[in-house]
């Protein structure tokens, strides 16, 4: 069955940066569109970015010129570079996969920023 994997998310301090990873398996992965989104307390799950299988990208506006997002079509991954973090990205961090109607979600990682 199709499977995503979050991974690297935790605690770091203002200013500071995170990788995640989104390991995927049971999909053919160059066929689908991949997303990043996240989910505050009490806050609905919103848009952080996507990236087509062509490659093509789209932001949240409250993440661009700060985070990337990148795909690795050999290993089926994909990632979400964070750079010059906030309190207020703290979130939990969930990883989409979508192709026409079908649509997958990962479990989430835990992306906290505090001093």
């Known amino acids: 069955q199709v499977q995503l994997v979050e991974s690297g998310g935790g605690l770091v301090q203002p200013g500071g940066s995170l990788r995640l990873s989104c390991t995927t398996s049971?999909?053919?992965?160059?066929?689908?569109?991949m997303g990043w989104y996240r989910q505050a307390p009490g806050k609905q799950r919103e848009l952080v970015a996507t990236?087509?299988?062509?490659?093509?990208?789209i932001y949240g506006d409250s993440v661009k010129g700060r985070f990337t997002i990148s795909r690795d079509n050999v290993k089926n991954t994909v990632y979400l570079q964070m750079n010059s973090l906030k309190p207020e990205d703290t979130a939990v961090y969930y990883c989409?996969?979508?192709?026409?109607?079908?649509?997958?979600w990962g479990q989430g990682t835990q992306v906290t920023v505090s001093s």
């Open positions: 989409n996969a979508r192709m026409f109607s079908l649509s997958y």
């Open positions: 049971g999909m053919t992965f160059t066929l689908y569109d």
């Open positions: 990236i087509t299988k062509g490659g093509n990208t």
